[in-house]
């Protein structure tokens, strides 16, 4: 009887491992589906791309308003701006990231899915980045500026040659993390009808009823990720090299 067990518990394995095997062949390989998974992540990677950028673009302009806003010198006009960012920091970062995709999906109903997906992620990356600059340019010694200014520059030069410069690369590896995060955040453009990886691996398991494209596009995402920390990390050994020579 412990014989026939046995062998029964061997079949039984061996079943499911060669059901699990045809499963990855219909999710991945038949009628050249792996190319849907590539597209998808070019998607993913192209959303994440361009959001970065936008929330570096944004981020920084926020930065600067909440700086000068700030101060305990600053003018009405840098205490109203400081304001309205503060706003828009609170907003984006109290609402949820798929809420703010289908409200400005309904609002550029003009555009395709894609790029409302880009305006979307940069707009809240923006917010997250925006303190991530607003820590690299306290950061600075106030004396950088009085240098600047006392070689003639003015306050907007002294800020845009001397002190955004260090800032930048004190926080060239939070950004580059704050890119590794938007690349696994993008998995929700799904919502709004974009063709990611996770949108595909989707697709394909709801036509055909299986559970492999999951891990499949699981696995990208990790290898992507595992990938992207790598560069970060040779990033953070080349700035520490910098620094020390």
């Not at 990677?45 to 944004?58: D, P, Q, T, Y």
Request: charged share 15%; proline share 2%.
């Amino acid at each position: 009887m412990e014989v026939m067990a046995t062998l029964w518990q061997g079949n039984l394995f061996l079943s499911s491992r060669m059901s699990w095997i045809d499963d990855l062949k219909r999710g991945l390989i038949e009628e050249d589906r792996w190319k849907l998974y590539i597209e998808g992540i070019g998607v993913t990677l192209s959303i994440a791309a361009v959001a970065c950028l936008m929330g570096i673009f944004i981020g920084v302009i926020v930065a600067v308003g909440k700086y000068y806003g700030s101060r305990s010198n600053s003018s009405f006009f840098w205490k109203v701006v400081a304001m309205i960012c503060d706003v828009y920091t609170t907003v984006i970062r109290g609402t949820p990231i798929v809420l703010q995709l289908l409200i400005i999906y309904s609002l550029t109903v003009w555009t395709r899915g894609t790029y409302a997906c880009m305006i979307g992620f940069g707009i809240n990356s923006g917010a997250y980045i925006s303190e991530i600059f607003r820590s690299g340019i306290n950061s600075i010694d106030i004396g950088q500026m009085e240098a600047g200014r006392s070689l003639g520059l003015s306050e907007g030069t002294t800020m845009l040659k001397i002190i955004l410069p260090q800032a930048i690369k004190n926080v060239l590896p939070a950004l580059f993390n704050e890119f590794i995060a938007l690349v696994k955040e993008t998995s929700v453009a799904g919502y709004i009808a974009v063709r990611d990886v996770t949108k595909v691996a989707s697709s394909i398991k709801g036509t055909y009823f299986i559970s492999s494209p999951l891990y499949v596009a699981a696995v990208m995402y990790l290898v992507l990720v595992l990938f992207l920390t790598f560069l970060q990390k040779r990033l953070e050994r080349r700035l520490a090299r910098s620094d020390r020579s």
